[in-house]
């Protein structure tokens, strides 16, 4: 697969950790730097930290104590340019309408990895 360069820092949030090494090897393979976290609360701890700040948050929808939509919320108040990227079996369009913050591209679940690169692509294009 080509390589993308500079290397783009992806976050990627899941809960379901092996959902979550697919997506980041996917996304590594594909020339990407990613990291995975599992709890969306240790993100947003984490976040202010990061160096380099990530490029692009990859993040479920559907975790227990925070929907991918308030994640998204939260990290955009720390990174105001930050793209996203949320992947759903159950987001419904009216659950984005609603949200005081939306994300760049929705994926719909279950996808395939030249989907969620599409997308990726999509997001940093913005």
């Given at each position: 697969m080509a390589r993308?360069?500079?290397s783009?820092?992806?976050a990627v949030v899941?809960?379901?950790p092996r959902v979550g090494e697919i997506i980041v090897m996917?996304?590594?393979m594909a020339?990407?730097?990613a990291k995975l976290f599992t709890d969306p609360e240790t993100f947003l701890h984490d976040l202010g930290a990061m160096d380099p700040a990530p490029d692009l948050l990859v993040t479920d929808y559907q975790m227990p104590r925070m929907n991918g939509l308030m994640l998204i919320q939260a990290a955009k108040r720390f990174l105001p340019e930050l793209r996203t990227i949320s992947l759903s079996g159950t987001l419904h369009v009216s659950d984005i309408k609603e949200a005081d913050c939306m994300p760049d591209v929705s994926v719909p679940k279950p996808f395939r990895q030249a989907e969620l690169l599409a997308a990726v692509r999509k997001a940093l294009a913005k």
């Open positions: 993308t360069s500079p783009k820092f992806i899941d809960d379901e996917s996304l590594t020339g990407y730097e």
